[in-house]
């Protein structure tokens, strides 16, 4: 057994949307979903085997009790597969701010799954390796991969993993990149869990979602084999409009937008009037990631960092599509490029 690993894994962001579960307990989405791993954002995970009990450290602070919580529970799924009854000692550093709607537990949990399974001892292929993820963070299970990912939603473990869409990488047919809008890094009033929780008991919208996103998914993998950014952008918007309007149809309603975000969405909306392809899309939180050809990356940033909502902290982080999981000898790993405000 190899008693200590280190995995760097890569934020993702959706462009057909993964919200709400048909399986809590497997985390077995209610739809299908594509996304977009970024070079920008990253975590990097050492698990060490051996110790009394599970610790852990998070940038460098120890773990709430709710987290380490959570990072034991998926600890002991890594145990029961290789046969071990040992305690770990988990440290985790990220570029992404957590619970801030910027995919933190999706990078957290698939570089989480590398480095134990490595340190486990288990020999799994990426497949195997995307389900195990996603028993941490649904979304975890794309971070697995580089460039574009589906997610097949599946109806039990054996059919819930991603896989990567060929086309979505650097320098490929669509070489797609994002303007990530960071206007507030802060936690989030009401996590992801408990929204998506609210959103599947209460919305009187949900199943027409559920319906409309698996068609989503089929028409962006047909834009992608087609080499069509433009069709890929204009779906990504409606899902995530679609999304946050189901969100709206929940008792109590959930809201992750501010009128900063407002301001971003008709900022965009004015750019591609101007002839500047680009479209927005919006995870649960009140950042904006904004989906364009990477040719035209710098300009839609540096527009977007001026912007006109008078969020004056506002920063742009530029990306683009970013590699597979990986475990690695050390931890160094990219910082993101900063358009400044």
Not at 27 to 37: D, Q, V, Y
Not at 45 to 72: C, F, I, N, Q, Y
Request: net charge negative.
């Amino acid at each position: 057994m190899t008693n200590s690993a280190t995995a760097v894994a890569h934020a993702n962001i959706a462009l057909a949307k993964y919200w709400g579960k048909r399986d809590e307990t497997l985390a077995i989405p209610a739809t299908s979903s594509l996304s977009l791993t970024l070079d920008a954002f990253h975590a990097t995970t050492t698990v060490t085997v051996g110790g009394d009990a599970d610790a852990g450290t998070l940038d460098g602070r120890p773990m709430s009790d709710g987290e380490l919580g959570r990072v034991s529970a998926f600890l002991d799924l890594v145990r029961e597969r290789a046969g071990s009854a040992e305690r770990a000692t988990v440290t985790s550093t990220s570029t992404v701010p957590t619970g801030a709607g910027l995919a933190s537990s999706a990078s957290g949990f698939a570089a989480l799954a590398g480095a134990a399974a490595a340190a486990y001892g288990l020999d799994l292929d990426p497949r195997d390796l995307s389900r195990l993820a996603r028993r941490g963070s649904g979304s975890a299970s794309r971070s697995v991969f580089g460039g574009l990912v589906v997610w097949h939603g599946g109806t039990d473990d054996a059919t819930s993993y991603a896989e990567p869409v060929p086309g979505g990488e650097a320098g490929g047919p669509l070489d797609p990149a994002m303007a990530v809008v960071v206007l507030d890094a802060g936690q989030k009033a009401v996590s992801s869990r408990v929204a998506m929780r609210r959103t599947v008991e209460t919305s009187p919208y949900f199943p027409a979602w559920v319906d409309a996103t698996e068609r989503d998914v089929a028409l962006m993998l047909d834009a992608v084999a087609a080499g069509d950014l433009a069709t890929l952008g204009g779906l990504a918007e409606s899902n995530a409009l679609r999304m946050h309007a189901t969100m709206l149809g929940a008792r109590p309603p959930v809201r992750y937008w501010t009128a900063h975000t407002v301001a971003v969405l008709d900022e965009v909306l004015a750019l591609r009037a101007e002839g500047l392809p680009c479209w927005a899309t919006i995870d649960a939180g009140p950042n904006v990631k904004v989906l364009c050809a990477a040719a035209d990356l710098d300009v839609v940033a540096t527009a977007l960092a001026r912007g006109t909502g008078g969020d004056e902290a506002r920063r742009v982080v530029t990306a683009r599509p970013g590699p597979d999981l990986r475990v690695v000898p050390g931890t160094e790993a990219p910082s993101p490029t900063e358009v400044p405000a």
